[in-house]
């Protein structure tokens, strides 16, 4: 338990110990970086794909006349 206490205080970017101001950063330097990353699309959520509603729909039948 001691171990993910000291990892949640160390900064994700540059592993030295986080400011209550910058938190979970050591500096704006480092939130910089971060949301840099993000931005930049380095940084992204895994998401699975959707299917598309309309797709899956067969194609509207003909009337006859």
Partial sequence: MADAS?????CPICRKPAVERF???CSRRCAD?????????IYAVP???Q???E???????KEEE
């Fill in 23 to 25: 938190r979970p950063f």
């Fill in 51 to 53: 299917d598309d509603p």
């Fill in 55 to 61: 797709a899956e729909q067969p194609p509207p039948r």
């Fill in 33 to 41: 970086v971060d949301l840099n990353r993000w931005l930049s699309d």
């Fill in 6 to 10: 000291l990892r949640a205080k160390l």
């Fill in 47 to 49: 998401a699975a794909e």
